[in-house]
């Protein structure tokens, strides 16, 4: 069965006009820009949810918990650890035409996770917003690395919205 949706994920890849590959520089730009901050996990999800209150809602495991209580617990940990480690992998796959089924797969099956949870586009908008603002504020950050992550989370969520929508 995984064959099956990996073989017609290559061929959706294919035959999609509006699936694209980031340039070179690009790449470069999102994962230099990722690398700074990769190993934040906790504070970037943290940021996150103080941000956005609605956000965490959606994550049974502390909704109705105290963030700043929970900052700190190896709960915590784990799951900005998965979170966050989910968006690395993605950012590390970019820039190989090789890997292009593979980051569609890996979108796909996040936007069917999520859309079970009932996680709206409005609420991935909230998440690109906050993580932006984290990047730009620990990054030498221009209109160039902008427009480079711009196309990154405009490439991630065509296929994840894709998915919300259907």
């Known amino acids: 069965m995984k064959f099956l949706v990996l073989v017609l994920c290559v061929v959706a890849a294919m035959a999609d006009p509006e699936w694209h ?28 949810f103080k941000a956005h209150p609605d956000i965490m809602a959606k994550f049974p495991k502390f909704t109705g918990k105290d963030l700043e209580a929970i900052k700190d617990t ?10 966050i480690g989910f968006f690395g992998e993605y950012v ?8 292009q089924a ?4 890996l979108l796909h099956d996040l936007g069917v ?19 932006t603002a984290y990047l730009k504020g620990h990054n030498k950050w221009n209109a160039d690395i902008s427009h480079s992550w711009d196309d990154a989370f405009d490439k991630a969520f065509s296929v994840i919205f894709e998915v919300l929508e259907s």
């Open 113 to 131: 996770f999520h859309k079970t949870r009932g996680i709206t586009k409005a609420q991935f908008g909230e998440f690109r917003e906050t993580m």
């Open 92 to 99: 590390t796959l970019l820039g190989s035409s090789g890997n």
């Open 74 to 83: 190896a709960d915590f940990a784990v799951h900005a650890s998965r979170i």
């Open 21 to 48: 590959t980031l340039d070179a520089h690009e790449v470069e730009q999102v994962q230099a820009t990722w690398k700074a901050v990769s190993h934040d996990e906790v504070e970037i999800l943290y940021t996150v």
């Open 102 to 105: 593979a980051i569609r797969t």
